[in-house]
Every structure is written in structure tokens, then in C-alpha cells.
């Protein structure tokens, strides 16, 4: 009784015969002609995949949350796809960064089939691009314009997906997208094959099957009347179950909006399921250590120096102070910037050659309760100039020989080798706090200026306290160690060289500026000098191990201020007793994560990773829309906590800028 079948010829010839190749053409150039990049959710870009590596998971969607979905589609006159390929959009826009997504959709293919194209059988599915711009649009605005352009598509139902491929601005051969939806009509359930009055059982078995699309994520969306079934195809280090909880959260989200609030903007929508959301925003910023967070940095070398006052507290070229010796030279200092005026958040410049002299001017000015403001004595005349006009220190310490470089300046000048006799007589006890807190300026140091200006970026006490604290936990410092200070004082990580030591009991070796710069010269001052801690860039190891450093048993190595490659790290590994991959911007203080580099394989991706966040410091990874990106996704890097500096000096709208709320904290 049924009727005649078609041949699929007529398919064919409806498919190239219906719409001209220059009406198909026209669309996708007006749909697709500015995407010039991919949407490749989670870095997925394989687009010609065979299915191999894919794992599936189902999920069926809360009957109380598909109830209302129909009732918002019935009432907004639209179709329950159309939520589906918004809420879809949704995720892909998190899952790749960006807020204007393409990807397929699959079409029946019939409904531009012809006349009799149900009587016809053969493959008549089709897979086109579906382009989903989510930027401020609310959510009822979001839905009708994805059933506007849904019902667009169908007239193109049987354009080539190459020619709309072609009509993009992503070049070949990378993929215009990665992602496919498959929104079905599956019926109530499968019906068990019979036949016949008594309904005996036809000759036909189903023994199994397997579905596999060429892409690498591709979600399908049964529909069964009712209710509605999920399933995700993904690689299985992207997690099959994370992207259905993603799919769910992200239609709970927007049946919700557009129910209480059809004006909201759909990228504001939560897409992460909570226990996704809580674990990269709360479990992996589980970081919270005691400190000292109520002293300053001085304070709690003041504290050492009652512990151990006749350690040896600094050496440079053989000369030494003890911990008393070094606390009473810095005390006197300070007592003589007190009565100039130095006090909580007074600027001090300091440029000296390194030296034991160095030191005292550093701790002279904190305990004054003055910021310092280094000044490499090596700095060009003009950059010099140009940081001490822009920090207006109220004295500048120096030396004599370094004097003339500031011809021209009104700041006073103090030559701490010609002018020490003038307040050699003043007291040696410790200044008393007069006012000082934790989150008063430390130091004003000033970027590279590579990217323009350079910027004085403001760091106080208490971002200090915290990262001198925790580095001594990971360490494992001890009164026994020698830390190497090597680096210059105009770049941060000099803070930990020269203080980390002086909280510890243990003692700072300070290298001449040739050792520094100089990769055998940092090598003999090694073999010269045994340190048990030294830090240095990727740059400076490699050059060091390349010299023929031979590394020593008890040395423990941090490495910092650029990426460390793979192989570098394990040539470095195999020479010292433990390595650390450190990062951190100057506006966090030094160094905001830390990485244990082991003796085993350094990772696929030929580089060692920046880590966990220190004590007390909470690291985010977020998409344009400051909303947190599911794990494994790109983003842009966001650090907060203890350590975040108070701002860029005079500069208020950069401040504004960079530094901004943390809405995850609380």
C-alpha cells in the first residue's frame, strides 16, 4: 500500500537545479565574509578527523527545564532548535573565546527537496555554517534572530559546505569551524521490529551501531515530543559529561532569561555547571597561608636580628656584616632620612653600586618608613632623569663617583660614602613605627618601558611580607643557606634576593655587576661563592649550563621572568638538588605561582608550566567578557590577592584599566 518510491536522481537534480550556485554564494558572503578566524572550541582544530580518540556521553535534559523551554519557544512563535542552537552558541562561545561563534548545523535536507522528496531514498542530510554573534544581544532578541536565520539557511539546504567555506575570510586549508549540532526529531523511543496480527517478530536484528561525525565536538539533540535527550562526542581529554553539563547549564540559564528578563545579555549567561565554576574559581585558589601580614619588610629582619644578631648577615667581596652590624648601620641612616622628612609613602631614590652600602641604603629607607625608588646606575642619563622627575623622591642616596649623573636635579643628594660621618652619631635602636602600616609603599619600581613609558608600579609591605613568607615555605629556608643576588636592582626580583635571607637567618652573597651580566664570570663566582639558592632567567641558565656549569649537590634553582623549555629545565634539573619554574608580573609582586620541575619528562607541549598560585594569591584565566573559561580553554591570565601592588604612580587610567574588582573573591 505505499505509494511509489522516487528515484534519488530527483534529489540530485532538485539539489543542483533549485537555488543558482550565485544566490548561494551571495548569502554566504553576506553571512561569513568578515569571520576570519575559526571557532575551534577547546583548540580543537582537526576538522577531518575519522572518529578515532571520540568518547560520548548522554544526558537527558530535566523534564521541568524542557517544559518550560517549549512554553518560552510557543510563546515567543519560535522553533525549540532555535533555543538549542543559542544555547549551543553559548557554549562554544566559552569554550573558545570568542563572541561571535560559527558552526555546522545539520539539515534534513527534504524540506527544499521537491515535491515526492518523502518517497525518496538516499542521504539527503546536509551540513551548513550557522554564524551566532552574542555580544550585547538579550536573550528573546538572541532566540527570534536564531530562528530568522535558521529559517534563511533552509532555502540553502543544498549549497555546498565548501562553497560556503570559500565564502569566509578564514583561508585554507584551516577549518571555518569545529563544532557541529545535530538537532533531531527522534520520536518517543525506538519500536521493537514486528509484524503480522500476532506480531511476531520480523527476520531483522539490530546488532549495534555507531554514530562519528569528521569533527571534534558534536553535540545532538534528540527531540521526543516531550522530553529531550543530549549527546556529546568529544575527545576524551575534553570530557563528554563536562560539555552536556555545559549544554544544560547553558539552556537553565537561558530559559530562565528569557522567562524573568528577556533583555539580558546572553554572554552574561552562566554556562559553567557549578562544580566546574567552583572548582576554577574557589578549589584550585585554595591558597590561603598564614603570614605576617601586620609588619613590614624590615620588621621582620628586625626580629631575625634578635634571633641571631652576630650571623653573617651580607657579603660582598669578602667583606662581611653581621645581622647587629648591618641593623645598626641602617638604623642610624634612618634616623637622618627621618629628620629630612622621609616617613609612610615618602619616595627615596637610591643609586649605588652594589655593595654592602647598597644594603643599608635599602633597609635605612624602610625602616625611615620611606619607599625606595631604584636607580640602575647603568640606565641611560635621560631614563634616569625621567624616573626621578616622575617619582619626586625627597632625597636621593647615592655615592660619590655617581653623583654627576643627576647634575641638573633638584632633588637633595646624600653621598652615602662622603656623607655617613654626618649621622654616624645618631642613634642605632629601631626607628619606632610612627604611623607605618603593612599596606604603606615598599619600593616604586619602574617596568622596562618596552611597550612605552616606563611605569612606576607601587608595591607595598604587605604584598612583600606575603611572598617572602611563602617562597620560605617552598624553599624550605634555612639559617645554613647562601642565596646568589645577582640581578640588578631595577628589576624586582632582586626584592627576594637581597631580603628572603635577611627573614631567614641565612645569609645574601652579593655578586659583583660583571657576574651578572657575564656568563663565565657567573660561573667562577659560583665556583667561588657555593650558594645554596640562586634565581635566574631561562636566558641566564642556559647560557650558564652552555659555559659548563657543572651545578652543584645542594643548590636549589628558581627560574623565572620567561618561559623555561622543556629541555632546558631538564638540563638544569640534572645539575642543582630542586628547580622551580616561577612567574609573576611586577604589579603582583615578583612572583604570583610556582612550579616543582621533577626529574621525570617536563610535558607534551616542550615547556614547563608557571604552576599553582603562591600563598594567599588567587589566579583566574577569563574570556573577553571577564567571565571564567572552562578548564582547558585559552583566556586571558588575571592575578589577585595579597600580592596585587597599589597602582602605577601617576598614572590613574592605566591604574584603572589593569587594576580592576575582583568579582570572585568576595
Same mark, same amino acid.
Given at each position: 500500500e505505499l505509494p511509489a518510491p522516487l528515484p534519488f536522481r530527483n534529489y540530485v537534480a532538485q539539489a543542483r537545479l533549485g537555488v543558482s550556485r550565485a544566490e548561494h554564494e551571495a548569502y554566504f558572503r553576506e553571512l561569513l565574509g568578515d569571520v576570519d578566524e575559526p571557532t575551534a572550541p577547546f583548540g580543537l582544530m582537526d576538522a577531518w578527523g575519522d572518529g578515532s580518540g571520540i568518547v560520548e556521553a548522554r544526558q537527558a535534559v530535566d523534564g521541568g527545564l524542557a517544559a518550560r523551554l517549549r512554553e518560552s519557544a510557543r510563546r515567543l512563535g519560535v522553533s525549540a532548535a532555535s533555543v538549542f542552537h543559542v544555547a549551543w552558541a553559548q557554549v562554544l562561545a566559552r569554550a573558545s573565546g570568542r563572541g561571535d561563534v560559527v558552526f555546522g548545523t545539520l539539515l534534513f535536507g527534504r524540506m527544499q527537496g521537491g515535491e515526492g522528496s518523502d518517497r525518496a531514498l538516499g542521504p539527503f542530510m546536509n551540513t551548513l555554517p550557522v554564524r551566532v554573534p552574542l555580544g550585547s544581544g538579550g536573550a528573546e532578541s538572541s532566540v527570534r534572530g536564531m530562528h530568522r536565520r535558521l529559517a534563511e539557511l533552509l532555502r540553502h539546504e543544498h549549497a555546498s559546505l565548501a562553497l560556503a567555506q570559500r565564502c569566509s575570510g578564514v583561508e585554507a586549508p584551516a577549518p571555518l569551524f569545529t563544532a557541529a549540532l545535530n538537532y533531531r526529531h527522534a520520536g518517543t523511543g525506538r519500536q521493537a521490529l514486528?509484524?503480522?496480527?500476532?506480531?511476531?517478530?520480523?527476520? !531483522? *536484528?539490530?546488532?549495534?551501531?555507531?554514530? +562519528?561525525?569528521?569533527?571534534?565536538?558534536?553535540?545532538?539533540?534528540?527531540?521526543?515530543?516531550?522530553?529531550?535527550?543530549?549527546?556529546?562526542?568529544?575527545?576524551?581529554?575534553?570530557?563528554?559529561?563536562? #560539555?552536556?553539563? !555545559?549544554?544544560?547549564?547553558?539552556?537553565?540559564?537561558?530559559?530562565?532569561? /528569557?522567562?524573568?528578563?528577556?533583555?539580558?545579555?546572553?554572554?552574561?549567561?552562566?554556562? %559553567?555547571?557549578?562544580?566546574?565554576?567552583?572548582?576554577? %574559581?574557589?578549589?584550585?585558589?585554595?591558597?590561603?597561608?598564614?603570614?605576617?601580614?601586620?609588619?613590614?619588610?624590615?620588621?621582620? @629582619?628586625?626580629? *631575625?636580628? +634578635?634571633?641571631?644578631?652576630?650571623?653573617?648577615?651580607?657579603? @660582598?667581596?669578602? +667583606?662581611?656584616?653581621?645581622?647587629?652590624?648591618?641593623?645598626?648601620?641602617?638604623?642610624? %641612616?634612618?634616623?637622618?632620612?627621618?629628620?629630612?622628612?622621609?616617613?609612610p609613602d615618602v619616595r #627615596?631614590?637610591?643609586?649605588?653600586?652594589?655593595?654592602?652600602? !647598597? !644594603?643599608?641604603?635599602? /633597609?635605612?629607607?624602610?625602616?625611615?618608613?620611606?619607599?625606595?625608588?631604584? %636607580?640602575?646606575?647603568?640606565?641611560?642619563?635621560?631614563?634616569?632623569?625621567?624616573?626621578?622627575?616622575?617619582?619626586?623622591?625627597?632625597?636621593?642616596?647615592? *655615592?660619590?663617583? $655617581?653623583?654627576?649623573? @643627576?647634575?641638573?636635579?633638584?632633588?637633595?643628594?646624600?653621598? $652615602?660614602?662622603?656623607?655617613?660621618?654626618s649621622w654616624g652619631e645618631l642613634a642605632e635602636t629601631n626607628p619606632e613605627r610612627a604611623g607605618l602600616g603593612p599596606d604603606h609603599l615598599a619600593y616604586v619600581i619602574y617596568t622596562s618601558g618596552s611597550t612605552g613609558r616606563p611605569k612606576g608600579v607601587m608595591v607595598a609591605h604587605r604584598g612583600v611580607v606575603n611572598l617572602l613568607w611563602s617562597m620560605r615555605r617552598t624553599l624550605g629556608m634555612a639559617p645554613t643557606d647562601r642565596l646568589l643576588a645577582v640581578t640588578t636592582l631595577a628589576f624586582d626580583i632582586s626584592v627576594l634576593e637581597l631580603f628572603l635571607p635577611l627573614i631567614c637567618g641565612a645569609r645574601v652573597e652579593i655578586l659583583d655587576r660583571a657576574a651578572g651580566s657575564e656568563p663565565a664570570l657567573l660561573r667562577e663566582a659560583i665556583l667561588a661563592c657555593p650558594g645554596t639558592v640562586l634565581q635566574a632567567?631561562?636566558?641566564?641558565?642556559?647560557?650558564?649550563?652552555?659555559?659548563?656549569?657543572?651545578?652543584?649537590?645542594?643548590?636549589?634553582?628558581?627560574?623565572?621572568?620567561?618561559?623555561?623549555?622543556?629541555?632546558?629545565?631538564?638540563? #638544569?634539573?640534572?645539575?642543582?638538588?630542586?628547580?622551580?619554574?616561577v612567574y609573576g608580573p611586577t604589579e603582583t609582586t615578583i612572583w604570583s605561582s610556582a612550579e616543582p620541575v621533577g626529574s621525570g619528562p617536563t610535558g607534551e607541549r616542550g615547556y614547563v608550566p608557571i604552576g599553582r598560585p603562591v600563598a594567599n594569591t588567587r589566579l583566574y584565566v577569563l574570556d573577553g567578557a571577564g567571565e571564567p573559561v572552562p578548564a582547558g580553554v585559552a583566556g586571558e591570565l588575571y592575578v589577585g590577592g595579597a600580592g596585587l601592588a597599589r597602582g602605577y604612580r601617576n598614572r590613574p587610567e592605566q591604574t584603572a584599566e589593569r587594576f580592576v574588582p575582583d568579582g570572585f573573591s568576595g
Open positions: 514486528r509484524s503480522g496480527p500476532d506480531r511476531a517478530p520480523v527476520a !531483522m *536484528q539490530r546488532i549495534g551501531g555507531v554514530e +562519528r561525525t569528521n569533527y571534534p565536538v558534536t553535540l545532538t539533540v534528540d527531540d521526543r515530543g516531550e522530553a529531550f535527550g543530549l549527546k556529546a562526542q568529544v575527545p576524551a581529554s575534553v570530557g563528554p559529561e563536562r #560539555v552536556c553539563a !555545559m549544554v544544560h547549564r547553558a539552556l537553565e540559564g537561558l530559559v530562565a532569561a /528569557l522567562e524573568e528578563a528577556p533583555g539580558r545579555a546572553v554572554r552574561h549567561i552562566e554556562v %559553567l555547571p557549578p562544580a566546574e565554576r567552583a572548582r576554577v %574559581l574557589e578549589e584550585w585558589n585554595t591558597t590561603g597561608a598564614a603570614y605576617p601580614g601586620s609588619s613590614c619588610l624590615h620588621e621582620l @629582619f628586625e626580629a *631575625q636580628v +634578635r634571633r641571631t644578631p652576630g650571623a653573617a648577615a651580607v657579603v @660582598f667581596e669578602g +667583606r662581611v656584616l653581621t645581622y647587629a652590624e648591618l641593623n645598626r648601620r641602617a638604623n642610624r %641612616l634612618a634616623h637622618h632620612l627621618r629628620a629630612r622628612g622621609v616617613g #627615596v631614590g637610591v643609586c649605588v653600586e652594589r655593595g654592602l652600602e !647598597m !644594603m643599608e641604603a635599602l /633597609l635605612g629607607v624602610l625602616k625611615a618608613g620611606g619607599a625606595y625608588v631604584p %636607580l640602575d646606575p647603568d640606565y641611560p642619563t635621560e631614563r634616569l632623569g625621567y624616573m626621578l622627575a616622575d617619582s619626586e623622591p625627597a632625597v636621593l642616596l647615592s *655615592q660619590a663617583a $655617581l653623583v654627576e649623573r @643627576f647634575e641638573g636635579s633638584t632633588v637633595p643628594v646624600v653621598a $652615602l660614602d662622603g656623607e655617613a660621618s632567567t631561562p636566558a641566564t641558565w642556559r647560557l650558564l649550563v652552555d659555559a659548563g656549569w657543572s651545578g652543584g649537590e645542594a643548590l636549589r634553582a628558581l627560574s623565572g621572568g620567561e618561559a623555561l623549555p622543556g629541555e632546558l629545565a631538564a638540563r #638544569v634539573r640534572e645539575r642543582v638538588a630542586g628547580l622551580w619554574n
